[in-house]
C-alpha cells in the first residue's frame, strides 16, 4: 500500500509540474507565466520532500517561489509588461524550432540515462533529529573555499546591479 | 591558536537536548493516518473560529482603547458579531469590475488565504499525548524541517496580496500591492536572520526541538532578546499591521490591494490577515516563549504524557498566544502608521544590519561560551549559565540599540528632538534646495 500511495503522489507531482512547464512556455501573459513556473517549482519541491530531501524541499520552495519569482512579478508589473497584448513574440520560427528540438534531445538523454543503473550517492537518511546538518556540515567545513567564492561571485553581481542603476544619475 | 571546527562542549550539549528531544516513534500507520486528519480538522476548525472571535476581539479591544462600547447588540454582549458578520458577506452580491483580469481576480484570495492557514500545520502547541497506539505529537505535521517550512509557505502569501493588486486594474490597489511586495520581502529577510539566532542556540530547525531546548535551558526570549525584538518587528509588517499597514493604508489607497474586493473574496482577505497574525503569534511563542513549555518547573517535559499534561501545555500556549494577539491590537491603538520611505529605510537600513551583526555576535558568544564549557542545563537557582551569560550580554547589547534608536535621527518622527546645530543645518539645506529649484535646476 505504501509503494502505491508513494507511486500515486510521484505521477501527481511529476504530471503537474510538466503541465505547469508546458503552460509557463507557451503562455503569452508573463504574469501568467512567471505563476506556472512558481506551480513547477512547487511540484518539484513535492518531489523532492518525497525522496526524504525535505530541506532542498523547502529551500526551493523558499529561494525559488518565495523570493525571487517574487521579486520577478515585481519587475514585471512595475515595467507593465502584465497584458499579454503588450509583448510580442520576438523570436522567429527558426528560434521555437531550435529550442524544441534541444529539449527533445534533452528528453532522449534522460530515457538513455534511466536505462542504465545509478550507483546510489547517500543512503537513506539516518538521523531524522537534525535534517540540517547533512547539508550544512560539508558546506561550512569541506567545501568553505567554493561556497565563500560563490558569494563573493553573487556580490559581485550586486555591486554590478547597483553601479548600472547609478550610472542614470551621473549622466543627467 | 587554531579553533577546533567542531567544538567538542557543543556536541556534548546537543546530547544533553537530546535526552529531552528524541524525535518520537511514529505511531503505527493506520492510527497515525487516523490521528493527522483529526488533527488537521481540529486545527483547522479552532483557527476558523479563532479568526472569527478575533474580528470580534479587535473590535472590543479598539473601542476598550479609545472609550467606547463596540459591537454589543448581538448575542449576549455583541459574541454572535463574527456569526452576523459571516453570513453577512456570504449572502452579498459580490462585483467584479469590468477591466479585471478575471482568472487571477479570483485566484487571488485563495492564494492569500491557503498559505496563511498551512502554516500553522508544523507549530506544537502542546505536549505529546501517550495513547494505546504510542505518543503523539501535538503538531498537525511533525516535519524536521519546521521553521523552513513556515518561513518558506509564508513567504508565498505575497502573492495573493500582489495579484489581488494588479488583477484589479485599479491604480490604488496596484499600488497597494506593489507596497506590500517590497515591504513583505524586506522584512522577511530581516525575520528570518534574527531567528537564525535561535537556530544558533539550539542547533536545529525542528520546532519541537527548539521548544526541548528551551526547556533545558529557559526561554530564548532573554538570552536573544535583540533577536526577539527585531523578529517581533518583523513579523508586525509582514502581517501588514499597524504600524506597518502601508498595503492597505485607508488615507492614501482607500482599502489598497483589496479595494475592489467584496463579499466572501473580501473577507477571505480578512481571515488570511488573521490566521497571518495567529501563526507569528505561534511562532513568536514556540521559538522565545518555550513553546508550550509552563515555567519554573521540568514536570511538564518528561514522561509519562498524560491527558492532564496535554491540557496543562495546552492551555499554557494558548494563554502565551492570547498575549501576543492582544499585543497586534494594542500596539495598533497605540502607534501610528510610518512613512512609506521610514519603513523601507527602517527594513533595509537598521533592521537588517542589526540582525546580521547580531548574528555574527551570536555566533561567536555561543561559540566562546561552549569552549569555556559554560553548561548548557540549569545548575544553581534553576537557572542556567550559559542562559544568563547571554542574557546579560544581550541586556547590554539591547541598552545600546535603544539609545541610538532613540536619539530620533535614524527614524525621525515628526516630533523628533533635533538640536539647535541639526536644525540650523536643515534650514541650510532646505533654503539651498529652494533655491535650486527656483533657478530651474
Redesign the interface.
Same mark, same amino acid.
Given at each position: 500500500m505504501?509503494t502505491l500511495v508513494y507511486t500515486f503522489h510521484f505521477y501527481l507531482f511529476g504530471l503537474i509540474a510538466i503541465a505547469s512547464a508546458l503552460a509557463f512556455v507557451t503562455r503569452k501573459s508573463p504574469?501568467?507565466a512567471a505563476?506556472w513556473l512558481?506551480n513547477t517549482m512547487f511540484c518539484l519541491s513535492a518531489l523532492f520532500v518525497m525522496l526524504d530531501a525535505?530541506?532542498i524541499?523547502?529551500?526551493q520552495?523558499?529561494v525559488y517561489?518565495?523570493?525571487i519569482m517574487?521579486?520577478f512579478?515585481?519587475v514585471v508589473?512595475?515595467l507593465n509588461l502584465?497584458q499579454a497584448s503588450d509583448v510580442t513574440d520576438i523570436r522567429g520560427l527558426g528560434g521555437r524550432l531550435t529550442a524544441g528540438l534541444v529539449g527533445l534531445a534533452m528528453l532522449a538523454e534522460l530515457f538513455a540515462l534511466s536505462r542504465l543503473h545509478f550507483p546510489r550517492l547517500v543512503g537513506a537518511m539516518s538521523d531524522?533529529?537534525?535534517?540540517?546538518n547533512p547539508v550544512s556540515a560539508p558546506l561550512f567545513?569541506e567545501y568553505l573555499l567554493p561556497f565563500e567564492v560563490t558569494s563573493v561571485v553573487l556580490l559581485v553581481a550586486v555591486v554590478g546591479a547597483v553601479v548600472l542603476a547609478k550610472r542614470g544619475d551621473n549622466v543627467s | 591558536m587554531m579553533l577546533p571546527?567542531v567544538v567538542p562542549a557543543m556536541l556534548a550539549d546537543q546530547a544533553v537536548y537530546?535526552q529531552y @528531544?528524541? #524525535?518520537l516513534e511514529p505511531v503505527a500507520?493506520l492510527p497515525w493516518l487516523l490521528f493527522t486528519i483529526l488533527k488537521m480538522i481540529i486545527v483547522f476548525t479552532v483557527i476558523m473560529v479563532g479568526v472569527a472571535m478575533l474580528t470580534l476581539a479587535e473590535r472590543k479591544i479598539s473601542a476598550w482603547i479609545q472609550d467606547r462600547i463596540g459591537p454589543n447588540r448581538t448575542g449576549y454582549g455583541g459574541l454572535l458579531q463574527p456569526a452576523a458578520d459571516g453570513l453577512k458577506n456570504i449572502m452579498k452580491e459580490e462585483t467584479y469590475p469590468d477591466a479585471a @483580469?478575471m #482568472?487571477?481576480f479570483i485566484l487571488a484570495p485563495m492564494m492569500s488565504f491557503i498559505p496563511a492557514l498551512i502554516t500553522f500545520a508544523v507549530i506544537p502547541f502542546a505536549a505529546p499525548l501517550s495513547t494505546r497506539w504510542g505518543l503523539v505529537e501535538m503538531s498537525v505535521a511533525d516535519?524536521?524541517?519546521g521553521f523552513?517550512?513556515i518561513?518558506?509557505?509564508s513567504?508565498?502569501g505575497?502573492?495573493g496580496v500582489?495579484?489581488a493588486g494588479?488583477s484589479s486594474n485599479n491604480k490604488y490597489s496596484?499600488l497597494g500591492?506593489?507596497r506590500s511586495?517590497?515591504q513583505?520581502?524586506s522584512y522577511?529577510v530581516a525575520m528570518g536572520m534574527a531567528a537564525v539566532s535561535v537556530l544558533l542556540l539550539s542547533?536545529?530547525?525542528?520546532l519541537p526541538?527548539i521548544v526541548h531546548q528551551q526547556q533545558v535551558m529557559g526561554w530564548n526570549v532573554f538570552p536573544l532578546l535583540i533577536g526577539f525584538f527585531i523578529f517581533c518587528v518583523a513579523s508586525f509588517a509582514e502581517t501588514n499591521r499597524l504600524p506597518f499597514d502601508l498595503p492597505e493604508a485607508e488615507s492614501e489607497l482607500i482599502a489598497g490591494y483589496h479595494t475592489e474586493y467584496s463579499a466572501m473574496k473580501f473577507s477571505m482577505f480578512f481571515i488570511a490577515e488573521y490566521s497571518n497574525m495567529v501563526t507569528a503569534s505561534a511562532l513568536m511563542v514556540t521559538l522565545f516563549f518555550g513553546g508550550w513549555d509552563i515555567p519554573g518547573t521540568q514536570w511538564d517535559n518528561v514522561a509519562p504524557h498524560t491527558g492532564l499534561k496535554f491540557l496543562l501545555t495546552l492551555a499554557f500556549f494558548f494563554a502565551k498566544l492570547l498575549f501576543f494577539l492582544f499585543l497586534y491590537m494594542w500596539i495598533r491603538w497605540t502607534l501610528p502608521r510610518f512613512r512609506y520611505d521610514q519603513l523601507m529605510s527602517l527594513g533595509w537600513k537598521i533592521m537588517l544590519p542589526l540582525a546580521l551583526a547580531y548574528i555574527v555576535i551570536t555566533g561567536g558568544a555561543v561559540l566562546v561560551l561552549d569552549m569555556l564549557q559554560v553548561p548548557r542545563t540549569v545548575q544553581w537557582f534553576g537557572i542556567s549559565p550559559f542562559w544568563a551569560a547571554l542574557g546579560v550580554l544581550n541586556l547590554v547589547l539591547a541598552a545600546l540599540v535603544f539609545v541610538i534608536l532613540d536619539r530620533g535621527r535614524i527614524i525621525s518622527p515628526a516630533y523628533s528632538r533635533l538640536s539647535p546645530v541639526q536644525v540650523a543645518r536643515l534650514r541650510a539645506r532646505s533654503a539651498g534646495r529652494s533655491l535650486a529649484a527656483s533657478q530651474g535646476d
Open positions: 505504501n504574469v501568467a505563476l512558481v525535505q530541506f524541499g523547502a529551500v520552495v523558499l517561489a518565495g523570493a517574487v521579486v512579478l515585481f508589473m512595475l502584465g531524522h533529529a537534525n535534517i540540517v567545513q | 571546527l537530546h @528531544y528524541n #524525535p500507520a @483580469y #482568472p487571477l516535519a524536521p524541517i523552513l517550512y518561513l518558506a509557505i513567504s508565498l505575497v502573492y500582489v495579484l494588479w496596484l500591492g506593489v511586495s517590497a513583505m520581502v522577511e542547533g536545529n530547525v525542528s526541538a
